[in-house]
T-cell receptor, first 116, second 110 residues
Framework: GAVVSQHPSWVICKSGTSVKIECRSL??????MFWYRQFPKQSLMLMAT?????????EQGVEKDKFLINHASLTLSTLTVTSAHPEDSSFYIC????????????FGPGTRLTVT | GENVEQHPSTLSVQEGDSAVIKCTYS??????FPWYKQELGKGPQLIID?????GEKKDQRIAVTLNKTAKHFSLHITETQPEDSAVYFC?????????FGAGTILRVKS
């Protein structure tokens, strides 16, 4: 149980284009999903928290107009990187919290974004 | 805000030996402390966790201890195996958000 999927697993896009990443909880309902960013050989940094049916809460320093987050259902959240630039290249990981458990976060496999 | 420090940054052990990774946190409001294992190119996998009302928890070869007074928590892996080689992250949860340590690269030599 507690499986989280992400799609795509990797994507290459040209500078100036937008990319959408999907995060799904496969076998549980997630009232809260989180988006993280991880640079090579570094730790995970929380970008934003999204609750189903409401606006995402962004961490300090994260541009909400650049990283659009939508949490349309209890099993799906999307992150759209708008007008991507090479410095946005990173490993993006989502996590989801089971509505039945207030503590555990289950992570997806991550999406490697490369902006050329 | 919360700050989590993790040591050591790298740890090499011989197969069969024990490995210990330590973390400290700053915010006394933190109440949940998970440990994650991350293999190259993959997302973090929850391996064990502990809540603030518990001092120790064990799951087969893995155990976690928590000292709330000192704001320390540690991961103990016994009888290490080559497949334990990975990056391990501790985290502390405050106000339902996870703050991660910098990570420990564990290498188990056979």
């Amino acid at each position: 149980g507690a499986v989280v999927s992400q799609h795509p697993s990797w994507v290459i896009c040209k500078s100036g284009t937008s990319v959408k990443i999907e995060c799904r909880s496969l076998d549980f309902q997630a009232t809260t999903m989180f988006w993280y960013r991880q640079f090579p050989k570094q730790s995970l940094m929380l970008m934003a928290t999204s609750n189903e049916g409401s606006k995402a809460t962004y961490e300090q320093g994260v541009e909400k107009d650049k990283f659009l987050i939508n949490h349309a259902s209890l099993t799906l959240s999307t992150l759209t990187v708008t007008s991507a630039h090479p410095e946005d290249s990173s490993f993006y990981i989502c996590s989801a919290r089971d509505r039945a458990s207030p503590y555990e976060q289950y992570f997806g496999p991550g999406t490697r974004l490369t902006v050329t | 805000g919360e700050n989590v420090e993790q040591h050591p940054s790298t740890l090499s052990v011989q197969e069969g030996d024990s490995a210990v990774i330590k973390c400290t946190y700053s915010d006394s409001a933190s109440n949940y402390f998970p440990w994650y294992k991350q293999e190259l190119g993959k997302g973090p996998q929850l391996i064990i966790d502990i809540r603030s009302n518990v001092g120790e928890k064990k799951d087969q070869r893995i155990a976690v201890t928590l000292n709330k007074t000192a704001k320390h928590f540690s991961l103990h892996i016994t009888e290490t195996q080559p497949e334990d080689s990975a990056v391990y992250f501790c985290a502390a949860s405050v106000w339902n958000k996870l703050v991660f340590g910098a990570g420990t690269i564990l290498r188990v030599k056979s």
